[in-house]
T-cell receptor, first 114, second 114 residues
Framework: GDSVTQMEGPVTLSEEAFLTINCTYT??????LFWYVQYPGEGLQLLLK?????DKGSNKGFEATYRKETTSFHLEKGSVQVSDSAVYFC?????????????FGQGTILTVHP | NAGVMQNPRHLVRRRGQEARLRCSPM?????VYWYRQLPEEGLKFMVY????????ESGMPKERFSAEFPKEGPSILRIQQVVRGDSAAYFC????????????FGPGTRLLVL
């Protein structure tokens, strides 16, 4: 079945450091790929998405590129802020499905120190 | 435009009691998804509903769990005879269309079974 694997956390960085959170997937067909962010005590918010190979999703300084050849969708940010501290989830919707059932990775906790 | 509403935000039940979780989708949204987040894990799909119809309940435990989305009123996730293993955060998401369109998540209901 479909699955998403994220790098294990937690990840701890200093402010202004470079961030990479790895995400790889297994899916049949051409899935749509997503990054969601969850702040403490809140629900998930969509951070960015890409729906076809080589698409780059970007938002709030974060970006991720849909790489079909490596089945990856790594999240990057050039300079993190304390306010980026949260849990980040990579997710997919399988290609060819008629509705948006999300399959999530296990989440990566990011802590950014001043 | 109010977002997805869930209540209660926190629910404590003793083993054997019933838990009833409510989700009001965003205005104009007729598609509702329920996900469960067990401690230290990612979110897992439970059920997908449209108004008055269950479309996919493949992620829902076969016993004790049920869901509905009536023509009027919120979607309800019902857990009968709760056990300690049901302790988790339950998130609802809604979308305006089927397919891989963006789902908007509620803040979740954190269920604790004593």
């Amino acid at each position: 079945g479909d699955s998403v694997t994220q790098m294990e956390g937690p990840v701890t960085l200093s402010e202004e450091a470079f961030l990479t959170i790895n995400c790889t997937y297994t899916a049949t067909g051409y899935p749509s790929l997503f990054w969601y962010v969850q702040y403490p005590g809140e629900g998930l918010q969509l951070l960015l998405k890409a729906t076809k190979a080589d698409d780059k999703g970007s938002n709030k300084g974060f970006e991720a590129t849909y790489r079909k050849e490596t089945t990856s969708f790594h999240l990057e940010k050039g300079s993190v802020q304390v306010s980026d501290s949260a849990v980040y989830f990579c997710a997919l919707v399988a290609g060819g499905t008629s509705y948006g059932k999300l399959t999530f990775g296990q989440g990566t906790i990011l802590t950014v120190h001043p | 435009n109010a977002g997805v509403m869930q209540n209660p935000r926190h629910l404590v039940r003793r083993r054997g009691q019933e838990a009833r979780l409510r989700c009001s989708p965003m205005k104009g949204h007729s598609h509702v998804y329920w996900y469960r987040q067990l401690p230290e894990e990612g979110l897992k799909f439970m059920v997908y509903l449209q108004k008055e119809n269950i479309i996919d309940e493949s992620g829902m435990p076969k016993e004790r769990f049920s869901a509905e989305f009536p023509k009027e009123g919120p979607s309800i996730l019902r857990i009968q005879q709760v056990v300690r293993g049901d302790s988790a955060a339950y998130f609802c998401a809604s979308s305006s269309m089927t397919g891989a369109e963006t789902q908007y998540f509620g803040p979740g209901t954190r269920l604790l079974v004593l």
